[in-house]
DNA sequence: GATCCACAGGAATCCTCGGGGT
DNA sequence: ACCCCGAGGATTCCTGTGGATC
């Protein structure tokens, strides 16, 4: 059944990609400096999420690493190192000059003066997620070192841009803007023709029930793949022969809380339990939801600490927030 | 429509923790 | 053993906003 398990799992990046060729070349003249001896300006992929904005921006610097043999390249998902420090401490580690460093303070941002100092080659770093950064100003400390690109990536433009400031703002508003779309559904079958190919044994399903994967994934490839990841798990944990449309229908929930599951994870126990009281309501004001933390939490914070997770646990696409002010209601993504 | 109220979210400040220096 | 420092989280303080009420 599975010859492959690598190609199934979500950071899986093939080293050939067919899907996205204008993203691709866009993205590859952007960096194309590089291969001249200068510095290629930063650019900015933004798009829903499973549309192939990692997967490319990862494969492109690989292609590029191919044809530049002095380039560094780092990737960093923003979500895990969200804070100045695990920033700066990931980019540093990128180019192998983190020997030594353990703690996060003392010399006064030595993590920065060493990353300017250390940079003397081409270095290309990929920002996922960079929405979530707390601290924005890092990325123009970033922007401030000569030699090193940045690829941003984040779902929503508004998010990145609306909260930086302007000396930012200016500059990055001129760096290459690449929109990303939601896969079509033939675009879907595409990607998940490869990943059979690679990974599955012949004969174990059809385009058309490719097809029915793609369908339910929605223009999500992450999901898409999740869905066949998993109803091949299930298809060889029953010992039959093939996927069968059964086993897609039923596999479908799982991989979609499966994919929720993981963000939940990520939450601290205090956002756990104020995302749990959500989930018990079809709807719920932030006052109701505050008189039901407080009562169920052992050591509660603050309303304001409250908003704060609440705004995160929007952030992760966790729940919605209806209306504003007063009338505001929050309820988990359906 | 004026006023009130509950809430959102920005900014400043406080608190705690971990590790280094002496 | 003691103090100090910086980071990050939480809290405090505050202003703005829109629905509710009369």
Not at 207 to 226: S, T
Not at 253 to 269: C, D, G, I, S
Not at 295 to 304: E, F, L, M, N, V
Request: charged fraction near 30%; aromatic fraction near 8%.
């Amino acid at each position: 059944m599975i010859t492959d398990a690598r190609v199934l799992q979500p950071e899986f990046i093939p080293s050939e990609v067919k899907h996205r060729p204008a993203k691709i070349s866009h993205l590859t003249d952007t960096l194309r400096p590089i291969t001249e001896g200068g510095r290629a300006e930063s650019s900015f992929l933004y798009g829903p999420s499973g549309a192939g904005k990692t997967c490319i921006a990862r494969y492109t610097v690989e292609q590029l690493r191919e044809s530049v043999v002095s380039m560094d390249h780092q990737y960093v998902n923003c979500w895990e190192d969200y804070t100045r420090f695990k920033l700066l401490y990931r980019v540093l580690d990128g180019i192998g000059k983190t020997i030594d460093i353990h703690r996060q303070s003392t010399p006064r941002d030595e993590l920065f003066d060493r990353l300017r100092d250390s940079v003397d080659a081409p270095y290309v770093v990929i920002l996922d997620e960079v929405d979530q950064l707390q601290d924005k100003d890092v990325l123009y400390d970033l922007y401030r070192i000569p030699n090193l690109t940045m690829i941003l990536i984040a779902n929503r433009e508004e998010d990145v841009f609306t909260h930086l400031d302007e000396r930012l703002h200016s500059r990055l508003s001129s760096c290459a803007r690449i929109h990303f779309d939601r896969y079509s559904l033939d675009e879907l079958v595409t990607i998940l023709e490869d990943r059979v190919q690679w990974g599955l044994a012949d004969g174990v399903i059809d385009r058309h029930r490719l097809e029915l994967i793609a369908d339910y994934a929605a223009g999500d490839a992450r999901k898409a793949i999740g869905i066949l990841r998993n109803a091949a798990q299930k298809a060889k944990y029953e010992d039959t022969a093939e996927i069968t449309e059964t086993i897609i229908e039923t596999v479908v929930p799982e991989a979609e809380a499966e994919l929720q599951q993981k963000t939940v994870e990520k939450l601290t126990q205090h956002q756990r339990l104020l995302y749990e009281i959500i989930a018990d309501y079809d709807e719920i004001s932030g006052g109701d939801v505050y008189a039901e933390y407080t009562s169920q939490a052992d050591d509660p914070k603050t309303r304001r600490t409250m908003r704060n997770h609440l705004a995160k646990l929007e952030q992760y696409n966790l729940i919605v927030a209806k209306g504003n002010t007063k009338a505001r209601t929050y309820h988990l993504v359906t």
